[in-house]
């Protein structure tokens, strides 16, 4: 099988990669292993040593965490050869991560992958960039500079008792750099055949012994990808500019205030759904794209109290305005959280807490694309309790839910029971039981879509809301293993079985009319979205860390999944309800070798197999891809670097989405060089 000879030739490519940089490497000394502090970046287990708080709310390191999870560190992010944040989460076991052209992207954890993807929560510093209008991200949005990011915490399985709706699979949070690490100034400036250009400044200052202020703007411009044909370009090109400021104090000796103001402008060009017309022509498809503005405050102050305890307060304020050629949209969203811990009796350490949302929105609605009402205020609240219990010295019990009651379907609850054991201190054993909800989305609640069906211009649809939605849920349980095989090796295992109920399906239930083009003369297919559908899953997830040398770090995994689902194929379904089985690779294989050469010179090598999937019935083939990172290092504060992208490629196909993106697009090899300098 093709899916057969591919891993094949990805195996051989791995070894020929170890081969050729294990020459390089055969002088280097082993028993500088025993010095942690010479390594490479950060090891394995210095990584899973870090406190990190958005895998449990609360300082944790990660091998003590009961639950599948993994750190994308800034020295990961920096000899990655990334240009954008979706490409930084391919590392991750777990994660499905497919371009759909230049600047959208499909990302989940665990399968349901697809433009507008729902069952992943996605923070920065805490706050939400999910979409409350779909329930994912617009990820061509969010262009932060990486050079701000201190890591990115990655968290497969369901996490609703914490971070509330939508967090079914998986949450993410991006922690940024405190401004007190980032004094001094850095200038960094990239360019290619892709990529275009991109770069920012960023400089820090300190304002008195215990406050920290830090700027920076960042801006990014793409070319086009390539249609299906390979000979005409998708007009996907477009450009954004982000400005950032984070100020850092220490209040009093119990105190600490975190501010923060983000503002993000960008246009995206490219082919969208199209605009509907109640005379002829009856639908055109022009290249209108995107043209938008976002801007978000927050706040995080920590007060430390005798004892442990510990209060945080979280305030983040939203607003989103965009045009494009069928609507606009104005919105706005207000967000509170708070949470105390503090240790109970005995063994008992408590974590409670309460979220509250304004999300108020206003659109502009035309034949295309209208939402009713067109202006709507949801008020979304929950209250949620962990109790993490010391049951012996080796052996932890972590129990806990949360109780959100939501505009559109009321009250949910979301429970979570975890287990984690060390029988020896190189072997960490957990297992997981817990319940999580996906919300209906504005779109799902209030959306009116008419459009002509893909690839039929004589015959159009119309999809109207169904304000009887209710939550999509799961129940999950996982087994986790994770193993320091030795100074050198480290393996981190992971299975899970997962059920899902009241997942979104749309059927066709006849034809009708439009009563907002009335008299037209062409047949409507009239569409219901409901919760028709149940599903299983089940999968396995592998990472392993291999320190080679001193200088050589070698970073792998892999991830399996399988759907199992029941839909009825006599039912009118309009989209294929045996999607879930066709859209996310079964296998997928990572392999990131790190190598200092010299202690100026690294050279890196990222291999990646994703297997063979099928998006509204168009065949995505099999591949393999190879990125290459040369960096060099002339000076203390100076960095440059080349880079290859998609090498093995002149271009392939990894996703599409017919009825909001009608012309399918091929992603590019590509090249850039950067540059960057700290003064």
């Known amino acids: 099988m093709a899916s057969t000879r591919l891993i094949r030739q990805f195996a051989g490519l791995c070894l020929t990669l170890l081969s050729a940089q294990l020459a390089m490497a055969a002088d280097d000394d082993a028993d500088a292993l025993d010095s942690t502090s010479e390594l490479l970046s950060l090891s394995w287990d210095e990584l899973t040593e870090l406190k990190v708080s958005g895998l449990a709310r609360q300082a944790q390191t990660v091998k003590d965490t009961p639950a599948a999870a993994f750190v994308i560190s800034a020295e990961d992010i920096r000899r990655s050869g990334a ?79 914490l971070w509330g709706a939508n967090a079914v699979n998986g949450a993410i949070n991006i922690v940024t750099r405190s401004a007190a690490d980032t004094e001094g100034g850095l200038l960094t400036a990239a360019g290619g055949t892709e990529e275009r250009g991109f770069g920012g400044v960023r400089y820090g200052q300190k304002l008195s012994d215990s406050t920290y202020l830090r700027g920076s703007i960042n801006a990014l411009v793409r070319d086009a990808s390539v249609d299906m044909a390979g000979l005409h370009n998708t007009h996907d090109t477009g450009n954004a500019e982000t400005a950032n400021f984070r100020l850092d104090s220490q209040l009093t000796e119990r105190d600490q205030l975190m501010l923060e103001a983000t503002a993000t402008r960008y246009r995206l060009h490219g082919f969208l759904t199209g605009v509907s017309s109640a005379t002829p022509p009856y639908w055109r498809q022009d290249d209108f794209g995107k043209d938008g503005v976002s801007g978000s405050l927050q706040g995080n102050w920590t007060h430390q109290f005798d004892g442990e305890r510990e209060l945080r307060v979280n305030m983040a304020f939203t607003q989103t305005d965009w045009q494009m050629a069928t609507n606009r949209m104005s919105r706005s969203h207000y967000n509170l959280d708070i949470q105390h811990s503090q240790p109970l009796f005995g063994n008992h350490h408590l974590l409670w807490g309460l979220n509250y949302q304004i999300i108020d929105d206003r659109f502009d609605n035309t034949l295309t694309l209208g939402f009713e009402p067109d202006r709507f205020t949801q008020h979304n609240i929950g209250l949620f309790a962990q109790d993490n219990i010391d049951l012996l010295d080796n052996l932890q019990l972590t129990l806990g839910n949360r109780v959100e009651n939501f505009t559109y379907t009321g009250w949910e609850t979301e429970p979570n029971a975890r287990l984690i054991w060390t029988p020896h201190k190189n072997h960490r054993l957990w297992a997981g039981v817990s319940r999580a909800v996906a919300l209906p989305n504005r779109a799902q609640q209030s959306i009116r879509l008419f459009l002509p069906v893909p690839g039929q211009q004589s015959l159009f649809f119309l999809a109207d809301a169904n304000q009887d939605m209710r939550t999509e849920n799961v129940v999950a349980y996982e087994l986790g293993w994770r193993w320091q095989v030795n100074s050198r090796l480290d393996l981190d295992s992971t299975v899970f079985y997962n059920i899902y109920d009241r997942i979104q399906g749309v059927k066709a239930s006849g034809f009708t009319a439009n009563a907002q083009a009335p008299g037209f003369p062409l047949p409507i297919l009239d569409l219901s979205v409901g919760n028709y559908r149940q599903m299983k899953s089940y999968g396995l997830e592998l990472a392993a860390n291999y320190r080679v040398s001193h200088d050589w770090r070698l970073q792998a995994s892999y991830t399996g999944i399988r759907f199992d689902n029941d839909a009825d194929s006599r039912q009118p379904w309009f989209l294929d309800p045996l999607a879930e089985e066709k859209v996310n690779p079964q296998h997928s294989l990572s392999l990131r070798s790190m190598l200092d050469l010299t202690d100026d010179i690294e050279l890196d090598a990222w291999a990646r197999y994703v297997d063979r999937i099928s998006v509204n019935q168009v065949r995505i083939p099999d591949y393999i891809s190879l990125d290459l990172r040369l960096g060099w290092r002339p000076a203390k504060n100076l960095e440059l670097s080349l880079v290859g992208q998609n090498l093995l490629d002149g271009q392939r196909p990894e996703f599409n989405d017919v009825v909001y993106i009608p012309v399918s697009s091929q992603i590019q090899r590509g090249y850039f060089a950067q540059l960057s300098w700290r003064f």
Do not use: C, T
């Open 83 to 161: 240009a954008s944040l979706p490409e930084l989460l391919r590392m991750a076991p777990g994660m499905a991560v497919a371009r759909v052209n230049s600047w959208n992207w499909g990302v989940s954890a665990r399968g349901f992958n697809d433009l507008y993807a729902n069952k992943l929560q996605v923070m920065i510093d805490g706050r939400s960039i999910y979409d409350p209008l779909i329930s994912g991200v617009y990820w061509g949005q969010h262009i932060p500079l990486l050079q701000n990011i201190e890591r990115i915490e990655v968290l497969r399985g369901p996490s609703g008792s």
